[in-house]
Nanobody
Framework: QVQLVESGGGLVQAGGSLRLSCAAS????????MGWYRQAPGKQRVLVAT???????NYADSVKGRFTISRDNAKNTVYLQVNSLKPEDTAVYYC??????????WGQGTQVTVSS
């Protein structure tokens, strides 16, 4: 199973930016679909953004125009650039990876807190 390790979360003021990173183990990263989900306190985990192995991206409506997902296959890393942060973006952000043969993998999560 692929191991995913997130980093880059923290406390930021509204309007600020962060870059979340997720490093994957193994040598199949380049053929995996990757993504980010988030879970706010008392709420379900929801999709934020995904990127396919070919680089196609998909975003939740709530983050379109503010968040950007990207990947660096040479570094086995997927990124989430989060700009114009709002207090409602406060959540634990989880990295997700999927491969047709190996199924899904999840990271341990990184906390993003946006103060107003």
């Amino acid at each position: 199973q692929v191991q995913l390790v997130e980093s880059g979360g923290g406390l930021v003021q509204a309007g600020g930016s962060l870059r979340l990173s997720c490093a994957a183990s193994g040598n199949i990263f380049r053929i995996m679909s990757m993504g980010w989900y988030r879970q706010a306190p008392g709420k379900q985990r929801v999709l934020v953004a995904t990127i396919t192995s070919g680089g196609s991206t998909n975003y939740a409506d709530s983050v379109k125009g503010r968040f950007t997902i990207s990947r660096d296959n040479a570094k086995n890393t997927v990124y989430l650039q989060v700009n114009s942060l709002k207090p409602e973006d406060t959540a634990v952000y989880y990295c997700w990876g999927s491969h047709i043969s190996l199924g899904e993998s999840w990271g341990q999560g990184t906390q993003v807190t946006v103060s107003s």
